[in-house]
């Protein structure tokens, strides 16, 4: 049986949803999915719309090729129909890097793509299965990375100290990937770490053969990227730590002191770089010190996100910007041992007021857990009520803060009410766009 | 009229699923070449042969089948899939509300379930999980109806999910509506619209329920007999707006008819009332002929399928269709002369921007072909070429009048590999396309503009007016495609771009 239940209004597409994403964060890199012909276009798209507008990127949505199976292949196996696929798909598209992904239509009837896309392997094609029914999105990054480490980046003996890989950030999934990469890599190479991202600005895939030369690898969420970390370590002898990706002053300065420490800089190098960087963030901040004050901007925060965003979110509202952590909803950990060690991660948030942390999949069910962590109105003539409030969440809660009357900002996939283009909210510099970005909405009606 | 009846039959709902478009209809759906060629290989059925070498992907029934259904009032959707299927809801899932809205009807959360198949359910079945998330939905949103989408996995496991609707039928209070729409069973997408009216016609078309009055009226029935007598249903479609709508209503009223725009966006009460019409009248073929052939079997409503009123002179030939029904022909051709006279006088100036200009329009097959005779016949404009998500009987009496001989025809649904290359050689100054294909027109720098859109009008007089008026638009300033073409790559080859796109068509292998 199975051990996993529906899920209403999921957060997620499926596994090969997932490849795609993370192909088209990849440079010059071409999809050819086995499967029938609208899963490819249908997934893309929902990447295209719901994260931020982040188009299809070089060869998506209906661009990408497709073995186009039908009922006949179904019955009699469509092996020889991908072969002619992909000997076309050389002939009209040019890429560093082709990628044979499978739908759930073939490897149900035991298509073997992986073997197919093998006898192409001197043509840079490589094969993955990924059908929907292996999960969700983050299993798809998962699969895809792990071949990418396996068969396409080429160890390298000597390994070089200050250099790090970065897994878990999901293209797509999340919106601001390439905007959090950017600033993680400028703030680590001013601690003299350079940094290995697959999606972030100057990469191609001629530099991800050469990632073998890492001596870190930095597992930045707790539901993406362990399986690729663990596989280069297999494949590249480099270890990998988890950890999360950081939001704000606080959260950013350990981040580097954890991470500097680990490859041995000089702790006195990093201090002067989160003085400077503290300083820059903090000169910036003060502009909406007056406004904040004067007329309480103050809010209730309710966050609800996978858990790659969920605590990080949380801590940046409540240990930085001072709202108060009311509660937290996190969408995507199924496995009661995953939650009871997630649910740790909330010991470090400093406010008076402790979040109340729920495990929700249902999307329905947000405004129930809501109600009922707050004592209900009962007509008194003096209500404490829970206002005001601000959801910080995906796309998705949007009805929810209209019937809370909330302030609302969709930070966390699926995100269509906005565009995303390079911004970011990791670090220091992407947590100021947030704090633009939330009270922007208080202010928008002025 | 009703002429499909006569070479078509409709009674399927015997049937847990309809019959796919390709056995149903006859589709081609691979083409390259020009129109005359096209004709005589569609009427030798060669034409429905071919497919091609390279394939991109296309669209999916499931998609198209849910977002008939998706559309009604106060449902909820359960996808019993994957996670993936129909995963685009995340970002087009508000886009219910706006649609409502502008439909002024009471604002719906959307709400959606995926079964969330895995790989354990493949093998034992997915049938329970679809029991669990029924149950859900009728508990937690005591909707009207509960669509259960049915995609591959379980259409290839065998999932019996009728049975289970059979077992809970009449136990909830939301009717349940299986739709049978697994991908990977039709290529041809437009499946999706025959197998969500099928679910529509087996569930939830009842016979009608007649309450006695308290004060009883013997001409009751005589009234109501009177009353539908005037009453044409417009059947809306997922790419009209409401402007449209509006628009369409306006020209039908004007008649002195009643008009009634179903079946999206309506509730079940309102589909439970379809019969109660005296004419149906379709406005794009390619959706709605499974439904209207049917309710002319059942209920003997006399349909009208034959053009979409895009563009003044299918405008006025679906109007006229529909006024020699009633016999109003003299009506018809008093508002036709009112109208198209203010209309042309205001096209004039577009048309002097546009007259000479190439153009070059992709989409659905009716959609395109009465789409670019406006843009030929009325604005002046030199039609190169048209490419049709595919090609079947609908089109046989509007294409060959409105299309010339040689035409450059490319029939592929989706494909921009082969519609870049094709618009590469033939250069077209302006290119109006189906959603998917401008954003990669715009990357090889012509202008365009879209052909269709839920927040744009398009149809009728109105419609004409504002499309001429968008063309223009697009030409004011060409520098956004300019500057994207400039900067932004393109994965096709040169090679490829330049070659003839016949090479990628072949004949379909022998099953």
Not at chain 1, 65 to 77: D, L, R, Y
Not at chain 1, 93 to 122: H, K, M, N, P
Not at chain 2, 74 to 80: A, F, G, L
Not at chain 2, 420 to 449: E, F, M
Request: hydrophobic share 40%; with cysteine.
């Amino acid at each position: 049986m199975s051990t996993s239940t529906f899920i209403e209004r999921s957060k997620f597409t499926c596994a090969l949803g997932g490849a795609l994403t993370t192909l088209a964060g990849l440079p010059r890199t071409v999809p050819i999915v086995h499967a029938s012909g609208g899963c490819a276009g249908a997934l893309s798209g929902a990447y295209n719309v719901a994260a931020g507008y982040r188009g299809v990127g070089y060869c998506g949505g209906g661009m990408i090729p497709t073995s186009n199976i039908a009922e006949n292949n179904i019955v009699f196996g469509g092996e020889e129909r991908l072969e002619e696929q992909i000997e076309n798909t050389l002939v009209a598209l040019d890429a560093d890097l082709y990628v044979v992904l499978t739908g759930c239509q073939v490897e149900i009837i035991g298509d073997d793509a992986v073997s197919v896309a093998r006898r192409f392997r001197g043509d840079n094609v490589i094969g993955v299965s990924t059908p929907g029914f292996l999960g969700n999105t983050f299993k798809g990054y998962d699969e895809v990375l792990t071949a990418i480490v396996g068969e396409l980046i080429v160890p390298v003996a000597n390994k070089d100290p200050l250099t790090v890989n970065l897994f878990g950030v999901v293209p797509g999934h999340d919106v601001f990937f390439r905007g959090n990469l950017d600033e993680l890599t400028r703030l680590l190479a001013r601690v003299g770490i350079h940094t290995n991202t697959f999606f972030g600005t100057g990469e191609s895939i001629d530099r991800i053969r050469g990632y073998g030369d890492a001596s870190l690898s930095i597992v930045l969420s707790p539901a993406a990227g362990e399986k690729p970390a663990r596989k280069f370590e297999e494949v590249h002898g480099t270890p990998f730590v988890l950890d999360e990706l950081p939001i704000g002053p606080t959260a950013t300065a350990e981040f580097l002191r954890r991470i500097g420490g680990k490859l041995g800089v000089a702790p006195a190098l990093i201090e002067t770089v989160i003085a400077d960087e503290s300083g820059y963030y903090y000169s910036y901040f003060e502009r909406i010190v007056d406004i904040y004050s004067d007329v309480d901007f103050q809010r209730y925060a309710i966050v609800s996100a996978d858990s790659y965003y969920a605590h990080t979110l949380t801590r940046f509202l409540a240990n930085d910007l001072g709202w108060i952590p009311h509660l937290t909803a996190i969408n995507d950990l199924f496995d009661d041992d995953e939650r009871a060690e997630y649910l740790k991660r909330f010991d470090d948030i400093n406010s008076e007021t402790k979040p109340v942390v729920v495990f929700e999949t249902n999307a329905g069910q947000l405004l129930k857990h809501v109600r009922n962590s707050w004592a209900r109105n009962k007509n008194e003539k003096y209500y404490d009520a829970l206002s005001p409030a601000y959801v910080v969440g995906t796309g998705i809660e949007r009805g929810l803060a209209e019937k809370l009357g909330a302030g609302f900002l969709a930070v966390a996939f699926p995100v269509s009410n906005r565009v995303i283009l390079h911004k970011a909210i990791t670090g220091f510099s992407g947590a100021l766009t947030l704090v633009e970005d939330l009270i922007t909405n208080l202010v928008a009606a002025r | 009229m009703s002429k499909y009846s006569e070479e078509l039959t409709y009674s399927f709902t015997g049937q847990v699923a309809p019959p796919v478009r390709e056995t149903r209809i006859g589709v081609c759906a691979a083409y390259c070449g020009e129109c005359s060629e096209l004709i005589s290989d569609v009427q030798s059925g060669c034409a429905q042969l071919q497919e091609r070498k390279f394939a991109q992907s296309g669209g999916c029934q499931l998609g198209l089948a849910v977002g008939i259904v998706s559309s009604l009032t106060n449902v909820v959707v359960i996808i019993h899939s994957p996670l993936g299927c129909c995963s685009g809801f995340v970002g087009s899932g508000g886009l219910r509300k706006t649609m409502r809205a502008s439909k002024g009807k009471r604002d719906e959360d959307f709400v959606w379930i995926h079964t969330n198949l895995d790989e354990m359910d493949v093998v034992s079945g997915g049938i329970p999980k679809l029991r669990d998330a029924i149950l859900y939905a009728e508990r937690e949103y005591h909707p009207d109806a509960i669509v259960i989408a049915n995609s591959c996995v379980p259409g290839i496991i065998g999932d019996d999910i009728d049975s289970l609707v059979s077992e809970l039928d009449g136990r909830l209070s939301a009717r349940l509506v299986p739709v049978h729409c697994e991908g990977f069973k039709s290529r041809y997408v437009a499946s999706g619209y025959d197998s969500a009216y099928h679910g529509v016609l087996r569930h939830l078309i009842d016979p009608l329920v007649k309450y006695e009055k308290a004060v009883p009226d013997e001409n009751q029935e005589l009234r109501d007999r009177l009353r539908y007598s005037r009453v044409v249903n417009i059947l809306n479609v997922g790419s009209n707006s409401n402007g449209d709508e509006v628009e369409l209503s306006r020209l039908v009223s004007a008649l002195g008819l009643e008009p009634r725009v179903i079946p999206l966006h309506t509730s079940l009460d309102d589909l439970a009332r379809l019969r109660e019409a005296a004419l149906n009248v379709s406005i794009c073929a390619t959706h709605d002929d499974y439904l209207l052939g049917h309710l002319k079997e059942r209920f003997g409503t006399p349909y009208i399928i034959d053009t979409l009123p895009i563009g003044i002179t299918s405008t006025s030939r679906w109007l006229r269709l529909i006024a020699e029904f009633f016999h109003l022909e003299a009506e018809a051709e008093r508002l036709i002369e009112l109208e198209t006279a203010d209309l042309r006088e205001a096209l004039k100036p577009f048309r002097k921007v546009l007259e000479g200009k190439k153009i070059f329009v992709g989409g659905g097959e009716t959609r395109i072909i009465t789409t670019a005779e406006f843009f030929a016949k009325e604005l002046g404009m030199k039609l190169v070429g048209i490419k049709a998500h595919n090609i079947d009987r609908f089109v046989e009496e509007i294409g060959p009048d409105l299309l010339g001989d040689e035409l450059h025809v490319n029939v592929a649904a989706g494909q921009p590999a082969e519609e870049l290359a094709v618009l590469t050689q033939l250069k077209p100054d302006l290119y109006c396309g189906h959603s998917g294909a401008n954003g990669w027109v715009s990357r090889i720098g012509i202008p365009n503009l879209p052909l269709f859109g839920q927040a744009l009008n398009y149809m009728g007089y109105g419609g004409a007016y504002e499309l001429a008026r968008k063309a223009v638009k697009a030409l004011k300033n060409t520098n956004f495609v300019k500057n994207v073409s400039n900067n932004v790559s393109l994965p096709l080859r040169d090679s490829w771009l330049e070659r003839d796109t016949k090479l990628n068509i072949k004949e379909a292998a022998a099953v």
